[in-house]
C-alpha cells in the first residue's frame, strides 16, 4: 500500500501552496491576450475566457479542499480521465466548427483601405442565400462576398447565435476541463508522493 507523503506541520502549507498556483495559473490564463486558435475576437468577446477561468478557479479550490488525499485517490484518477476525455471531445469539435464555421470577411479600415477578419457563419442560410448556391453553384464563402461581406444576408441572427454558444461551450470546456484535469492529476502526485 502506497504512504501518503508525511509533511508534517507543514502539510496545510504544502496543500495551500498547490491550490495557490493552480487557482493562479487558472485565473493567469484567463486574462491573457487572445490566441490564434481562439474564436474570433469581433464574433466572441473575452467573457467566455474571463468565466472559464472562475469557474476553473472554483473547481480547483473544492478539489484542493475536499479531495487532497488519499481517501479520494480513486475519485481523482477517474476524474482526472473524464475531464481529459471531455478535453479531447471539446477540441475535436472546435476543429470541425472552426473549418466549416468560420469565414473571412472584408472591411473598410479608411478610405480605399480593405481589410479582413474572421467571423462566425451560422447553422442554416437564408433563402436568399440557399437560393444562389443553388442556382450559380457557389460556396458560401462566395455568397458572403456577393452578398458585401453583410452576414445578416446569408445566415439568419439566431442560426449564427447558436454556433457562436457551441463554440464557446466547446473553447470553456478546452479550459476548464483541461485545466481541472492537469490539476486533479497534479493531487493525484501530491498524496502519491
Known amino acids: 500500500m502506497i504512504q501518503q507523503a508525511d509533511y508534517g506541520t507543514l502539510a496545510p502549507l504544502v496543500r495551500t501552496v498547490g491550490w495557490l498556483m493552480s487557482a493562479a495559473t487558472a485565473i493567469s490564463l484567463s486574462w491573457r491576450r487572445r490566441a490564434k486558435w481562439e474564436p474570433s475576437e469581433e464574433d466572441v468577446s473575452q467573457g467566455p475566457a474571463r468565466v472559464g477561468g472562475l469557474l476553473t478557479a472554483v473547481l480547483i479550490a473544492i478539489l484542493w479542499t475536499q479531495m487532497a488525499d488519499l481517501q479520494h485517490e480513486r475519485y481523482l484518477l477517474l476524474l482526472a480521465l473524464w475531464l481529459a476525455g471531455a478535453t479531447l471531445v471539446s477540441l475535436l469539435v472546435y476543429v470541425f466548427l472552426t473549418s466549416i464555421m468560420v469565414f473571412t470577411q ?26 444562389v448556391i443553388a442556382q450559380k453553384s457557389l460556396s458560401v464563402q462566395e455568397v458572403l462576398e456577393g452578398a458585401g461581406n453583410n452576414p445578416d444576408k446569408v ?39
Open 155 to 193: 445566415w439568419s441572427r439566431p442560426s449564427r447565435g447558436l454556433v457562436k454558444i457551441l463554440f464557446i461551450l466547446c473553447y470553456m470546456g478546452l479550459i476548464v476541463c483541461g485545466t481541472t484535469a492537469l490539476t486533479s492529476v497534479a493531487i493525484l502526485l501530491l498524496i502519491r508522493s
Open 106 to 131: 472584408e472591411y473598410a479600415l479608411r478610405k480605399n483601405v480593405i481589410a479582413e477578419r474572421k467571423i462566425i457563419g451560422g447553422f442554416w442560410l437564408k433563402p436568399k442565400a440557399q437560393e
